[in-house]
């Protein structure tokens, strides 16, 4: 396995870098992982994607085509 530490500019040690392909080894070992993963997210969050989807649901007179979005985007840039 190929971690690598990540850390700040005083030396202190404040993450780890897996490798993708060894994250999902370590995830198919260990199933529990993902329901970890799952647990970790905060309920505000929850909240807001519910909301927004809610809203999305209800009204979407706000939506973007996707590529129009884009060229928008490209267009003021």
Same mark, same amino acid.
């Given at each position: 396995?190929?971690?690598?530490? &990540?850390? #700040?500019?005083?030396?202190?040690?404040?993450?780890?870098?897996? !490798? &993708? =392909?060894?994250?999902?080894?370590?995830?198919?070992?260990?199933?529990?992982?993902?329901?970890?993963?799952?647990?970790? &997210? !905060?309920?505000?969050?929850?909240?807001?994607?519910?909301?927004?989807?809610?809203?999305?649901?209800?009204?979407?007179?706000?939506?973007? #085509?996707?590529?129009?979005?884009? #060229? #928008?985007?490209? =267009?003021?840039?």
């Amino acid at each position: 396995m190929n971690i690598q530490y &990540i850390s #700040d500019s005083q030396g202190i040690t404040t993450g780890v870098f897996i !490798p &993708i =392909n060894d994250w999902n080894a370590l995830k198919s070992k260990y199933s529990e992982i993902e329901k970890e993963e799952a647990n970790n &997210i !905060p309920q505000w969050h929850k909240n807001v994607v519910s909301d927004r989807l809610a809203n999305f649901k209800s009204d979407r007179s706000q939506t973007l #085509d996707f590529d129009q979005a884009i #060229d #928008d985007i490209e =267009n003021n840039f």
